[in-house]
């Protein structure tokens, strides 16, 4: 065996972690070429990078660098970095643009594309936008803005291929090659009847692989989803990942066909509504990103600061009625926090759960009590293993089998009430009309500290004094 085959090869997990990351040279060379004003070197480095990549690399960037870098880059910037921006630097970002090149950036965008621009943009801002655009497009996207915030109207795009259901593969094929206007991207012919109703799709690769006489409607896809234009964005996204749908036909109220609605718009509405859901059981709002500013921040984090604010003085007076036991027993006021901590843990693992089980529809009231029980009995399993632990913890550290025995009972008590908490309070949001991703991680805090408290203080007044 030669030597070049003995070598070791690099571990795959080190060689991967940074494997989609932008190259810190490749940053530092840019932004040398942006002090230097070397346009030629900046085109140079950002012409192989996926608009994707140079979004991150400007969001990267401080305010001022990000703007010599896109004065300097100038007619070279594409309409597909705006379109990765995040919303905060993305107006920014307009902003700056030379009014011809946002022009020449967004005319080449799709429908789809310009509506998501616009939607977060001011006024005058979208005025510009708007004026640049072929009348043709104009009128598209103004009658996209006019459905519904967070619709499938709002998500959908006007450019959509459709074929008569009698034609055959050889005509689709004839059209499509003698068409202008075709989307740069698109997965399905979409067949109408008379009344631009849609009656089926065929995919692209069906129609490539069939003989030229073959009918279109004798190899349309066997899972066929029309999605109303009013219908909410959440939904649709939950239809392409529940039904595997690579692009699916909008139709307005009269059922005829008025956009396509394609997988990567609804894997995007998948992911934002994740990144929600995380960010508002964190409480830092839905919207928190870091390019947000110092005061935008604080005004996003500021009130679910002063909701926990209110469950910590809650927790706060329960310990108040327990103030002499605690003067007379300060191994109480060592041991109190580990239950409270405990089941907020326990508390957090069966909330997040339970969010996410929500979202995607797998938690149902067919089988909430089921869930619910699982939970309870996964709390006294876990409150039982920790609840030896603490008791041994309490004989030996303090001397006492009582204290042992007190706080054992206390972490079972509130395991089990955190697992309780966790999968029932969102269930019971979620049926009064209340986000739970919002609204939980107070309601579960606050019950978790509350009984934890409670349980360990009051079995030590009966049990110890």
Do not use: C
Not at 6 to 24: G, K, M, N, S
Not at 355 to 374: F, Q, Y
């Amino acid at each position: 065996m030669s030597e070049e085959q003995t070598d070791i090869a690099p571990e795959p997990e080190a060689a991967e972690d940074d494997a989609y990351a932008l190259d810190p040279k490749t940053i530092a060379s840019i932004v040398y070429a942006v002090d230097v004003s070397d346009r030629d070197k900046l085109v140079e480095l950002l012409d192989p990078l996926h608009p994707a990549d140079i979004a991150d690399l400007i969001e990267q960037l401080n305010a001022f660098d990000r703007m010599r870098l896109i004065r300097l880059y100038g007619a070279e910037f594409d309409g597909d970095i705006l379109t990765e921006l995040d919303e905060g630097i993305r107006e920014e970002v307009i902003g700056i643009l030379n009014p011809k090149v946002l022009a020449d950036a967004v005319r080449d965008l799709d429908s789809d594309d310009v509506v998501d621009l616009l939607e977060d943009l001011e006024e005058p801002q979208k005025e510009a936008i708007l004026e640049v655009l072929d009348d043709p497009d104009r009128i598209a996207v103004q009658q996209s803005l006019t459905y519904p915030e967070y619709s499938a109207g709002r998500l959908m795009q006007r450019e959509v291929v459709m074929a008569p259901e009698h034609w055959n593969v050889g005509e689709a094929i004839d059209f499509l090659r003698n068409s202008d206007d075709l989307p740069d991207q698109f997965y399905h012919v979409i067949l109408v009847d008379p009344r631009l109703k849609p009656v089926g799709k065929v995919a692209l690769g069906k129609l490539m692989g069939s003989r030229r006489e073959v009918l279109l409607n004798s190899i349309t896809d066997e899972s066929f989803h029309v999605i109303p234009v009013s219908r909410y964005e959440g939904d649709v996204a939950y239809a392409f990942n529940q039904y595997h749908l690579i692009s699916a036909p909008v139709v307005d109220e009269t059922e005829r066909l008025v956009g396509v609605i394609t997988i990567d718009d609804a894997m995007a509405v998948l992911e934002e509504e994740n990144e929600e859901d995380i960010l508002r059981l964190a409480g830092v709002g839905e919207e928190s990103s870091l390019s947000d500013s110092v005061i935008a921040t604080t005004r996003q984090r500021f009130p679910w600061l002063a909701v926990n604010l209110v469950t910590a003085v809650l927790a706060s007076l329960v310990i108040a009625q327990f103030e002499n036991a605690i003067a007379q027993l300060t191994a109480l006021a060592v041991l109190m926090p580990i239950v409270a901590s405990m089941g907020g843990n326990a508390g957090t693992q069966s909330l997040t759960v339970a969010v996410r089980a929500l979202a995607t529809r797998d938690l149902t009231g067919s089988n909430a009590l089921r869930v619910i029980r699982r939970e309870v009995v996964v709390g006294l399993v876990n409150g039982a293993a920790f609840a030896l632990i603490m008791g041994i913890v309490g004989l030996l550290w303090f001397g006492s089998a009582q204290l042992g025995g007190v706080i054992a009972a206390a972490m079972v008590i509130n395991l089990v009430v955190a697992g309780l908490a966790g999968i029932g309070i969102p269930i019971v949001l979620e049926k009064l009309g209340v986000d739970p991703a919002l609204a939980s991680g107070a309601f579960v805090t606050t019950v978790t500290d509350v009984v934890g408290f409670f349980a360990f203080l009051g079995l030590a007044v009966i049990v110890l004094l």
